[in-house]
Nanobody
């Protein structure tokens, strides 16, 4: 599986962005898809997940109510809609794929996209 993330950019606090992650391969629907982010000097952290089994979604507390993850299996694409953005959301955002149903741990993901930079100005 190859992943290509896009949609990052510069936005003012309170604004919105939608990230996309396009996947290659015919088994996309059998992977749970996650979004992670990494700010300068910090460890990579879990943001959101959509489970392959039933489409359940999971979010980090810091983004709950503001971010929405979704997937379109027909297009092999996962999205992250980010609303009410805050300066602390500034980071490189990565999409990733795992065979596990649910995981928030980066080392349990098998494939990673290249990352897309989101910068939120105050």
């Amino acid at each position: 599986v190859q992943l290509q993330a896009s949609g990052g950019g510069l936005v003012q606090a309170g604004g919105s962005l939608r990230l996309s992650c396009a996947a290659s391969g015919r088994t996309f629907s059998r992977y749970s898809m996650g979004w992670f982010r990494q700010a300068p000097g910090k460890e990579r952290e879990f943001v959101a997940l959509t489970a392959w089994s039933d489409g359940s979604t999971y979010y980090a507390e810091s983004v709950k109510g503001r971010f929405t993850i979704s997937r379109d299996n027909a297009k092999n694409t996962v999205y992250l809609q980010m609303n009410s953005l805050k300066p602390e959301d500034t980071a490189v955002y990565y999409c990733a794929a795992t065979r596990m149903v649910v995981s928030t741990k980066p080392h349990e993901y098998d494939y990673w996209g290249q990352g897309t930079l989101v910068t939120v100005s105050s």
